[in-house]
């Protein structure tokens, strides 16, 4: 939903959700707070990843194998915190943020969180 999307009585028009890593959002004031919300994956390297990532190591430079999977994973997370915040009833989640975990040999949490509310504008 686009900031322009959520009318005076804070009803949304659509079923998309405003994320934000601010504290509030300028221009609308949170008239319910839903609770925190959560968008969880886990991510196993596969074994031509590591072999690559190894031998890259040794020479320097980017693991760009790596860096997808791991925006892959931002994305995957992110799209499931949407969803959480959606069955919540939720305009908006604030305070969002990205934490990673790694695993075992090869293996790698995302999660994303943040606070789930209802908006209007003022």
Same mark, same amino acid.
């Given at each position: 939903?686009?900031?322009?999307? /959520?009318?005076?009585?804070?009803?949304?028009? #659509?079923?998309?959700?405003?994320?934000? #890593?601010?504290?509030? +959002?300028?221009?609308?004031?949170?008239?319910?707070?839903?609770?925190? /919300? /959560?968008?969880?994956?886990? %991510?196993?390297?596969?074994?031509?990843?590591?072999?690559?990532?190894?031998?890259?190591?040794?020479?320097?430079?980017?693991?760009?194998?790596? #860096?997808?999977?791991?925006?892959?994973? %931002?994305?995957?997370?992110?799209?499931? +915190?949407?969803?959480?915040?959606?069955? %919540?009833?939720?305009?908006?989640?604030?305070?969002?943020?990205?934490?990673?975990?790694?695993?075992?040999?090869?293996?790698?949490?995302?999660?994303?969180?943040?606070?789930? /509310?209802?908006?209007?504008? %003022?």
């Amino acid at each position: 939903m686009s900031i322009n999307e /959520v009318d005076n009585h804070g009803s949304a028009s #659509t079923n998309s959700v405003i994320i934000s #890593t601010m504290n509030d +959002l300028p221009g609308y004031e949170v008239v319910e707070v839903l609770g925190d /919300v /959560v968008g969880l994956t886990v %991510r196993s390297r596969h074994l031509g990843s590591q072999i690559g990532a190894g031998i890259k190591s040794m020479f320097g430079g980017e693991l760009k194998g790596m #860096t997808k999977m791991l925006y892959d994973s %931002r994305i995957e997370a992110r799209d499931r +915190l949407i969803d959480s915040a959606q069955q %919540r009833g939720a305009h908006a989640v604030l305070a969002m943020r990205f934490d990673a975990n790694d695993f075992g040999d090869g293996g790698q949490e995302i999660c994303a969180y943040g606070t789930a /509310v209802k908006i209007r504008k %003022r």
